[in-house]
């Protein structure tokens, strides 16, 4: 069974850096593609970044883009989110994510992630 545990939620000031991070325990972390999404209070669940299996093709959501870093670390079984030039609107509760290899890898779509992490609270302060 994998299991998906975060850690590195927090307050931080705009404009600020954060990472996240997610162990993966139960399987290597190359038989799954990773991914992060968050969530807003009132809004729905948000794909955020991804990184497919391979770790040769990384997504993200446009409004991210040239600020945050997903990479994974083999040896370590772990996925990191590397967040900078953080702002309030990505105030939110971020979760990782796992979905085996597929032909029908969908990076974006959070129910195509069969395994989830517990989600950790990132506060932007202004």
């Known amino acids: 069974q994998v299991q998906l545990v975060q850690s590195g939620g927090g307050v931080v000031l705009a404009g600020g850096s954060h990472r996240l991070s997610c162990v993966v325990s139960?399987?290597?972390?190359?038989?799954?593609?990773m991914g992060w999404f968050r969530q807003a209070p009132g809004k729905e669940r948000e794909f955020v970044a991804g990184?497919?299996?391979?770790?040769?093709?990384?997504y993200y959501l446009d409004s991210v883009k040239g600020r945050f870093t997903v990479s994974r670390d083999i040896a370590k079984n772990m996925a990191y989110l590397q967040m900078n030039s953080l702002n309030p609107e990505d105030t939110a509760v971020y979760y990782c994510?796992?979905?085996?290899?597929?032909?029908?890898?969908?990076?974006?779509?959070?129910?195509?992630?069969?395994?989830w992490g517990q989600g950790t609270q990132v506060t932007v302060s202004s």
């Open positions: 994510g796992a979905q085996g290899i597929s032909s029908f890898y969908q990076p974006r779509h959070a129910p195509a992630y069969p395994y």
């Open positions: 990184i497919a299996w391979t770790g040769g093709s990384t």
């Open positions: 139960g399987r290597p972390i190359t038989d799954y593609a």
